[in-house]
Structures are given as C-alpha cells and as structure tokens.
C-alpha cells in the first residue's frame, strides 16, 4: 500500500478546509511521490480528471433533478454480477446510468454458494441488494474469452500456482464437469464458450443456495436471469434461469 499512497500525505481535512481541497491537495502529494516510480507517458490523474469531467458535464449537470433524487436515495432494479475483465463492464455494454444497477464484479462473474465462513463479501452484496435494496432481478453475466474460466478449465488437479485464484474459480468446477460429460471431445475455443455460459448456470443455481434468494422467487418478488456478452462478435445473449436456451440475441 505504501508503495502507491504516501501515508503522510493523507490528512484529516482543517475546519477551515473543504474535504474537496484535501483531496485536491493530497492527490497532488501523491503525484509528487511518485514522480520517479512512474515512467510511462500515462498520466492516471488526467486520465480520471478527464474522465469525471466528461461526466460531470455531460451527465450530472445536465439532468439535476435525476442527481438530485439519487442523491436521496438509491433504488436499483438490479442486481448484477459480472466479470472484473476491464471489457466488460455492463455499466457501458449495457448503458446503465447511475442508481440502475447495484454491481458485483469478480474473476469470471462467479456466484459462490451460500456460506458464512468464505467468500463472504459476496453474501454481503447479496443479502444487502435483496433486503435493503430490493432488487428486483439479479443477473449475472459472462462473457467471451474470460481469462477466469480459462484458468478452470486448465486447472491442475492438485497443484495452484495462484494464492487466491485457484481457489475462486474453482467455484465453477461443476459447470466444468458438466460440459465435458456432455462434450468429451470439445476442446479450445469451443470448449471455452461452453463453460463460460454452463458457469453462468452455475452461479445462477448457486444463488439458489442464498435464502433470500429462495424467499424472493417463492413471493414473485425476485427473478433471475444470465447473460452472456461475446465481445468479438458484438453479441449479447440472454438466458431464463430454467432455460438454457437464449431467450434474445442482440447482434446490431
Ligand atoms: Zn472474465
């Protein structure tokens, strides 16, 4: 951590001081610090200032009265598990605008299933986004050439070479058995796209396992769905939880 963020440079804002000035201040700090750390020609701080700025103009001072009401209060209608793939992200894929969509992202969108002693950051988003939040459907995408279910699916047996992914994705190790009793002799490309639209059902029946999930379903309050984004070819698929088949496709 210290590596990145000069600790001393973070200070509790003077009363006289907005806490806008502090970060302001701070991040110049940071900057400053890392002056020789960083060769590249990326300037990271420009990157975020242009890019906040784009939205400030573009988004937040041209519909006040939608900040104004989200300032109150969120109420997303989703609840959506995707990928940490940086090409992924459903909030531009799917132009979801802010207070849509209450987001859990992950190595290769995987959902684990209920238990209060691992993975609970996961349990967290969950019981949060269906108790206080009241989603109304959750979702979870996958998509194509994950480098997640690309690491399942070469996974040795009883060695890892990772000291937390191994562990993750083998959450989805039934959706891999799954494919290869059913497709022994897929392999490469072929073999990949399966998996990483059986791990999405997968994940969707391990919500399953989450009791206000079950609660939802049963009182019609909660639905669930899949979906699955190839990025090569512009298409995204989506998929009933009881129905494997792609209800639509969009390719446009
Ligand atoms: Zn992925």
């Known amino acids: 951590m210290s590596k990145y963020l000069n600790e001393e440079a973070i200070e509790t804002p003077r009363k006289e001081e907005s806490l806008e000035d502090t970060i302001h201040t701070n991040l110049d700090k940071i900057t400053v610090s890392q002056e020789t750390e960083l060769s ?17 103009i573009h ?29 992924v992200s459903p909030t531009n894929i799917l132009n979801l605008r802010p207070g849509e969509a209450f987001m859990a992202r992950n190595i290769a969108n995987m959902v684990p299933e209920f238990n209060q002693l691992k993975h609970v950051g996961v349990g967290a988003i969950i019981e ?5 939040l009241k ?35 083998r959450i989805g190790e039934p959706a891999k058995a799954k494919v290869l009793a ?4 897929a392999s490469g ?29 049963a009182d019609k309050k909660l639905k669930l769905l899949g979906g699955y984004y ?15 088949k792609p209800t639509t496709n969009i390719q446009e």
Not at 182 to 185: A, E, N, R, S, V
């Open 135 to 169: 989603v109304e459907v959750i979702m979870v995408i996958g998509h194509s050439r994950c480098g997640g279910i690309n690491r399942l699916i070469s996974l040795p047996d009883n060695d890892t070479s990772y000291d937390f992914i191994d562990e993750w994705v």
């Open 230 to 244: 190839d990025f090569v070819c512009g298409n995204f698929q989506t998929f009933e939880v009881d129905d494997i």
């Open 189 to 217: 490309e072929k073999l990949q796209t399966l998996v990483e639209k059986e791990s999405v059902m997968n994940s969707l029946g391990n919500l399953l396992s989450y009791p206000y999930v079950r609660s939802g379903i």
């Open 59 to 87: 988004e937040f001072n041209k519909y006040p009265d939608y900040y104004c009401k989200l300032a109150e209060k969120q109420e997303p209608k989703f609840l959506i598990f995707a990928c940490s793939d940086s090409r």
């Open 128 to 132: 949060y986004a269906i108790l206080a």
């Open 40 to 56: 590249s020609a990326f300037d990271p701080i420009q990157r975020i200032n242009d890019g906040f700025k784009h939205f400030k």
């Open 182 to 185: 059913k497709h022994p002799h």
